[in-house]
Structure formats: structure tokens, C-alpha cells
């Protein structure tokens, strides 16, 4: 069974620092991972995707790598800013379009 | 602007009531899902539904019913079956076209029991 865990739980660090979240899962026959933000009390914006095949995906200030052998992603944010601050979820597709969340990383962004 | 609909954004249940939670897209997304998110754990899959009139159980479909009549709409029940219902009901959907497709979600419905 598929199980995914992120680390840490929550994490708060000042404005500018780089910072890296760890996502973890047991079973390396994924579709896809996928990284998403949660604002409180709102839905989920997805902000990477990264299939089976590739390395990592960059978008802006972000940037995840996978490395399906050792079941392992992180999510790396450059010059982290407040507006950051959300709640990050990684998921695993175990078929097309069937996700498989971990707990998430609640992120404060200190000005 | 395209997106996902999710309504109403809070509802209250009484006892042996069944309630139903609205979702609709205007994605042309083929593919649609029901979450539940409780406090401090990660969305979790209740049904979804890949094409219309067709939809599949997820993990946790034990006291939920759904339908699927037009492609657009993907109501979710849930009935008095269901014990243990509060939760952050979440609503996703993902165009067919392999997997490189990232899911968009709804705003979410809170659901609390009166």
C-alpha cells in the first residue's frame, strides 16, 4: 500500500531564506508526483507536476526533483517571501489521475 | 474564466439527514474527484469518475453516494450512513490526456454536523 509522508510537519524560517520540504512515498510505480499550495480554509493550486520519467521541473522561484529509486521528492523555494506562507502537499498518482496525498508542510514566512 | 464550482461553501447536517454537496467545472474535463480532508491529514479519495455515468469507489467511499448524468456535474451525497462526517470536502478535475495532467480543485465545502 502507497503511503506517503512529508517532512517536517511545519516550518517557519525569515523572509529570504532558501528552504527545502521533503516528500517521501513507499511504493517507487508512480504516474506522476505532483506539489501543491493550500491557503487556509481554501482549495489546492497546483504548482509542479513532475511524471515518472523526468528529474525535476522549475517554475519561477520553485523547483522539485524526484527520485523515483529512493522514493523522494523535494520541493526547493528561493528567496522565500510572506506570501509564501501556505500549507505544501505532495501526491502520488498510483494510476491516471488517482492521488495519494501526504499530511503536508505548514510554511510560515517571517517578514 | 474557467474553474471549478464548489457549493455551498459551508453546510450543516442534522442527525440521520443526508446532504449533498454541489461540484461543477467548466473545464471540459473529463475526469472528476471527491476528497475529504481532515485536520492534520492529507485529502483523502472518496469516489471519482472518469467518463460520464460511469464512477469508481476510492478509499473511503463507505456512507457517500455520487452521480455523474452529465459531464460537467458531479454531485456528492452524503448520507446518514456516514457517522463521522465533518471534514473539508474538496472537489478535483483532470482532463483524460495521459498523465501529464495536473488536477484542479474546487474551494471546498466544510460540512459540521448540528
Known amino acids: 500500500k502507497q503511503e506517503v509522508t512529508q517532512i517536517p510537519a511545519a516550518l517557519s524560517v525569515p523572509e529570504g531564506e532558501n528552504l527545502v520540504l521533503n516528500c517521501s512515498f513507499t511504493?517507487?510505480?508512480?504516474?506522476?508526483l505532483q506539489w501543491f499550495r493550500q491557503d487556509p480554509g481554501k482549495g489546492l493550486t497546483s504548482l509542479l507536476l513532475?511524471?515518472?520519467?523526468?528529474r525535476e521541473q522549475t517554475s519561477g522561484r520553485l523547483n522539485a526533483s524526484l527520485d523515483k529509486s529512493s522514493g523522494r521528492s523535494t520541493l526547493y523555494i528561493a528567496a522565500s517571501q510572506p506570501g509564501d506562507s501556505a500549507t505544501y502537499l505532495c501526491?502520488?498518482?498510483?494510476?491516471?489521475?488517482?492521488?495519494?496525498f501526504g499530511q503536508g508542510t505548514e510554511l510560515s514566512v517571517k517578514p | 474564466d474557467g474553474g471549478i464550482t464548489q457549493s455551498p461553501k459551508y453546510l450543516f447536517r442534522k442527525e440521520g439527514q443526508n446532504v449533498t454537496l454541489s461540484c461543477e467545472q467548466n473545464?471540459?474535463?473529463?475526469?472528476m474527484y471527491w476528497y475529504r480532508q481532515d485536520p492534520g491529514q492529507g485529502l483523502r479519495l472518496i469516489y471519482y469518475s472518469q467518463i460520464v455515468n460511469d464512477f469508481q469507489k476510492g478509499d473511503i467511499a463507505e456512507g457517500y453516494s455520487v452521480s455523474r448524468e452529465k459531464k460537467e456535474s458531479f454531485p456528492l451525497t452524503v448520507t446518514s450512513a456516514q457517522k463521522n462526517p465533518t471534514a473539508f470536502y474538496l472537489c478535483?478535475?483532470?482532463?483524460?490526456?495521459?498523465?501529464?495532467?495536473?488536477?484542479?480543485f474546487g474551494d471546498g465545502t466544510r460540512l459540521s454536523i448540528l
Open positions: 511504493d517507487s510505480a508512480i504516474y506522476n
Open positions: 473545464l471540459n474535463h473529463d475526469a
Open positions: 513532475i511524471q515518472s520519467s523526468q
Open positions: 501526491a502520488v498518482s498510483r494510476e491516471e489521475g488517482k492521488l495519494i
Open positions: 478535483a478535475s483532470t482532463s483524460r490526456r495521459g498523465s501529464a495532467q495536473p488536477q484542479h
